[in-house]
């Protein structure tokens, strides 16, 4: 990046003098062709492209600054610089060094610590709480490291919830065992790496003539401490404390606020010209933002002139109206679907937009969170509306049993043999009206090393399930006779017996969407599936947990209804959700955005959705992440620069699935959008 493009704020922070440097750089300012140019310059004064070290929050980031910079120098001299994650350059410079890694997954070294917390006898510790289950003591242990605490692991955990003191003493044997076990084999997870890393830095010396660091509001207190134990001779932080939304990942926001304490003759430049957003979109974001401290004194400046909308508000009765009003909203726009953001501080917020504009025919792809057409109960109700019209098809039925209760694929495919062949070819027949009242299972001559003989599969009598209640025609069915159905299967099947009669003669996709829902089928569905969203690392179950589960489920199950709509053909409705419900998390489309996925870009076109109070901010991850106020409003600050020309913002006052008021978000009244 030649220094000539450069404005004068960008230049001045490009040229700094050797020292430390902070370049506070506002959304949208140029904070990488800052780096690019300081990189440049330091080549053009002579500095050996090997002297110098350029950290970045990804890896992708690192890569696009090095091509960037080669596209100004020769090619060979770019890929000198050392570049890269923490991770990535700790190991790297690890390996040069003679450094013997094998470097783990935090999935294998759950199980590893699994085996040791196994052996424990918690039994006999009297407290109001059960231990913490050994996944969930490994992403605390990681926390922990990421924060470079003085206390014991043990002690910390206390910190966190008092409820866990009994334990303190256990918590610290078990990891100090841990730890043992993992120098015994050489193992290392990513945060080892780094621990290490900063070891063989204290023993060693790796110097650079200049340390860049990308993303600097991101860091946490052990990558600041990595930073601090290479020798250097300068110094050059970019980073935004407005932008810091990782808190809880372990990023620390006091780094960048008191760089200026923290180093000597440390200088602190501000990026305040913003190229991306027009005047009464930084009028807002500045509005919001400045009700946080002021850690360094800031204001974005526009650049880009010319006559621009405002910032609109719009609020709806209901939730789903919000959704559709949108999607119909995007569908009307002049602006192109991959130049459009919708997005979201909560997952669910996203369903309601994607399915609405699945329905309208609009592609959209999704990053954070899961897609609507991805989510379990989702694939689930397209399975049993499949199973309708489509007896034979053999996956469906499987995926409709991998919910009952001991069924695995091998016998849920045993099943649907047994109903395809009572039913001459027809699972539906084979549910209502099997043909025969032999053993289904029984599968003839079977080739064995010691001889031809028919495969026995053991039965019993039908009526050890008279006395459950079920429909008596059911009853009379052969595949009841095999011996692995238990009451509990017995059950499941006479679910699935129940959802077939009362909707396999039902023509219109919206009434069998109803029935789906109103089915005990999809009831045990998606009580099955609740428990397992609910229940603790610790195997215990959180029924508040369980009840919400149920409730967004629900949501779900509603939002599906919405789309049959347009539909009157049962075989259309499948076929359009089929062929594209995949395309809606991939390719081209309306961008679908989590917050935390929206930062670092732009678009021209962008809607911030369900600004109500409670969800955004949003008080329940808060309270669960040690968050506050200032890091949600930090959370909106990005979402609200990351449009360039029209910005939307909407919140509904009723949700009808969890039949509650809400009231608008502070936010609002902050922005200046609403009175208070």
């Not at 499949?386 to 499987?398: H, W």
């Amino acid at each position: 990046m030649p220094l000539s493009k450069l404005n004068e704020e960008q230049y001045t922070a490009a040229t700094a003098t050797y020292g430390n440097n902070l370049i506070i750089a506002s959304a949208g300012t140029g904070k990488t062709s800052t780096i690019v140019a300081r990189i440049g310059y330091l080549l053009n004064k002579g500095v050996n492209p090997e002297d110098l070290l350029l950290l970045t929050f990804t890896n992708k980031a690192s890569a696009e600054m090095i091509e960037r910079i080669a596209k100004n120098f020769d090619e060979k001299v770019a890929k000198k610089i050392q570049s890269g994650t923490f991770h990535a350059v700790s190991y790297r410079l690890l390996k040069e060094s003679g450094v013997k890694i094998v470097l783990k997954q935090p999935k294998e070294l759950k199980m590893v610590l699994r085996s040791i917390t196994e052996k424990r006898n918690f039994s006999y510790i009297e407290a109001d709480t059960t231990a913490y289950s050994a996944g969930y003591l490994y992403d605390l242990h990681s926390l922990y490291q990421n924060m470079v605490s003085d206390l014991t692991f043990g002690k910390w955990v206390t910190e966190q919830n008092a409820d866990h003191e009994p334990f303190e003493e256990v918590y610290d044997d078990v990891y100090a065992e841990f730890q043992e076990l993992k120098e015994r084999f050489g193992y290392v997870d990513f945060n080892d790496l780094l621990i290490n890393f900063r070891s063989f830095l204290e023993e060693n010396d790796v110097k650079f003539q200049e340390i860049l660091v990308d993303e600097y509001q991101d860091t946490n207190q052990l990558q600041g401490s990595l930073i601090n134990g290479f020798k250097r001779e300068s110094l050059f932080c970019v980073g935004d404390y407005d932008q810091s939304i990782y808190g809880f990942n372990g990023a620390d926001i006091t780094i960048i606020g008191s760089f200026a304490d923290r180093f000597e003759n440390a200088q602190v430049f501000s990026l305040n010209k913003n190229y991306r957003s027009s005047e009464p979109i930084l009028s807002l974001a500045n509005r919001v933002i400045q009700q946080n401290p002021r850690i360094y004194p800031k204001k974005l400046e526009v650049t880009r002139k010319g006559d621009f909308a405002p910032p609109k508000l719009m609020i709806f009765g209901e939730l789903f109206e919000q959704y559709t009003a949108i999607a119909l909203k995007i569908k009307d726009t002049k602006t192109p679907y991959d130049d459009i953001a919708v997005i979201f501080r909560n997952n669910s917020s996203a369903d309601g937009i994607e399915a609405h504009l699945r329905e309208l025919g609009i592609g959209c792809k999704r990053k954070g969170g899961t897609s609507f057409f991805d989510t379990k109960e989702v694939k689930a109700m397209l399975d049993m509306f499949t199973i309708l019209i489509n007896p034979r098809d053999l996956m469906s039925f499987i995926h409709i049993f991998e919910y009952a209760k001991g069924v695995g694929g091998v016998f849920a495919k045993d099943l649907f043999d047994a109903f395809y062949k009572v039913g001459d070819g027809s699972i539906i027949e084979g549910v209502l009206n099997p043909k025969e009242k032999k053993n289904p299972f029984k599968r003839g001559i079977v080739n064995h090393q010691l001889g031809l003989f028919d495969e026995i599969i053991e039965e019993e009598s039908i009526a050890r399930f008279k006395k459950m209640g079920f429909d008596e025609k059911f009853l009379k069915n052969p595949i009841l006779k095999h011996a692995k159905i238990n009451r509990d299967l017995a059950t499941y099947l006479h679910a699935f017996y129940i959802y077939v009669s009362s909707t396999a003669h039902l023509e219109s996709p919206s009434a069998i969407v109803k029935n789906i829902i109103n089915s005990k089928l999809f009831e045990l569905i998606s009580q099955r599936l609740a428990t397992q969203r609910a229940t603790r690392k610790d195997a215990t179950l959180d029924e508040a947990l369980k009840k919400e589960a149920l409730v967004n489920i629900r949501r779900k199950a509603l939002l599906l209804q919405d789309l049959t709509r347009p539909y009157s053909d049962k075989f259309r409705f499948i076929n359009a959700l089929t062929l594209g419900g995949g395309e809606l998390s991939e390719g081209e489309g309306v961008n679908l955005l989590s917050i935390h996925a929206s930062k670092g870009l732009e678009f021209k076109e962008v809607y911030i959705v369900d600004l109500m109070d409670g969800r955004f901010p949003n008080t329940k991850l808060m309270s669960k992440n040690g968050g506050d106020i200032e890091e949600e409003r930090r959370l909106f600050y990005v979402a609200l620069t990351r449009a360039k020309d029209l910005l939307y913002l909407s919140f509904a006052k009723h949700d009808r699935v969890k039949k509650i008021d809400y009231i608008r978000s502070p936010f609002l009244v902050e922005a200046g959008m609403i009175k208070e």
